[in-house]
């Protein structure tokens, strides 16, 4: 069936109905793998603290509400050592406030959180995502507006998007999702290749 469908699209027949807009997503993630071994418990926080900022931005950007977050830590199974995985979800009141959804990953990290491993991913994922107009407008039917609907600070975040837009991703930051330079849970990119025609430092310059 595939296959006759293509032939018939090289022919110059339309088969397959283009979508004037994507559908929005129904999970948002973000993980990554890190450049060192982290055992730290603040370092686990700031990096997963920078990957639901990632999220949460997204979130935004497709006009959504999140209601619950996935949130994992992981050692790597291929280093000696202890192995352990630790995961949950967390629920929270629709929302797509950065600070907020920061605020219930620390939450989770402390649960799942072991001393003694050397973690070497982590990552969230939100979950139970609704549009924005659709969660202002339905409400349970034995809920208070403010229990089930958190209003979140709707304005500073469009503000922080729009200048993050403009200048840079992470110009402006919550304070958890600070990034040192020495931080060992950032990604190796020694061998990153330049970006050429997005990054002034990276412009070729050519003398004659």
Same mark, same amino acid.
């Given at each position: 069936?595939?296959?006759?469908?293509?032939?018939?699209?090289?022919?110059?027949?339309?088969?397959?109905? @283009?979508?004037?807009?994507?559908?929005?997503?129904?999970?948002?993630?973000?993980?990554?793998?890190?450049?060192? %071994?982290?055992?730290?418990?603040?370092?686990?926080?700031?990096?997963?603290?920078?990957?639901?900022?990632?999220?949460?931005?997204?979130?935004?950007? =497709?006009?959504?509400?999140?209601?619950?977050?996935?949130?994992?830590?992981?050692?790597?199974?291929?280093?000696?050592?202890?192995?352990?995985?630790?995961? *949950?979800? +967390?629920?929270?009141?629709?929302?797509?406030?950065? *600070?907020?959804? +920061?605020?219930?990953?620390?939450?989770?990290?402390?649960?799942?959180?072991?001393?003694?491993?050397?973690?070497?991913?982590?990552?969230?994922?939100?979950?139970? +995502? *609704? =549009?924005? !107009?659709?969660?202002?407008?339905?409400?349970?039917?034995?809920?208070? %507006?403010?229990?089930?609907?958190?209003?979140?600070?709707?304005?500073?975040?469009?503000?922080?998007?729009?200048?993050?837009?403009?200048?840079?991703?992470?110009?402006?930051?919550?304070?958890?999702?600070?990034?040192? !330079?020495? !931080?060992? @849970? =950032?990604?190796?990119?020694?061998?990153?290749?330049?970006?050429?025609?997005?990054? @002034?430092?990276?412009?070729?310059? +050519? @003398?004659?």
């Amino acid at each position: 069936m595939v296959l006759a469908k293509t032939a018939r699209e090289l022919a110059g027949q339309a088969c397959i109905g @283009w979508e004037d807009e994507p559908a929005d997503k129904q999970q948002i993630m973000c993980s990554r793998s890190f450049g060192k %071994p982290v055992v730290h418990l603040v370092d686990l926080q700031q990096a997963l603290a920078v990957f639901v900022s990632r999220a949460a931005q997204k979130l935004r950007a =497709q006009a959504s509400f999140t209601e619950a977050i996935h949130v994992f830590i992981r050692t790597s199974p291929f280093r000696d050592g202890p192995k352990y995985t630790g995961s *949950t979800v +967390i629920r929270v009141a629709r929302n797509d406030d950065t *600070t907020v959804l +920061i605020g219930a990953v620390n939450r989770a990290l402390y649960k799942i959180y072991r001393s003694g491993y050397a973690y070497a991913k982590a990552g969230v994922c939100l979950l139970e +995502i *609704t =549009q924005r !107009s659709m969660a202002e407008s339905q409400l349970g039917l034995f809920d208070a %507006p403010q229990q089930h609907c958190q209003v979140p600070k709707g304005e500073l975040m469009q503000v922080m998007d729009r200048l993050n837009q403009r200048f840079g991703r992470f110009t402006v930051v919550a304070g958890d999702a600070l990034v040192q !330079s020495e !931080s060992p @849970w =950032q990604m190796r990119q020694e061998r990153k290749t330049p970006a050429y025609t997005t990054r @002034w430092e990276d412009i070729v310059e +050519i @003398w004659r």
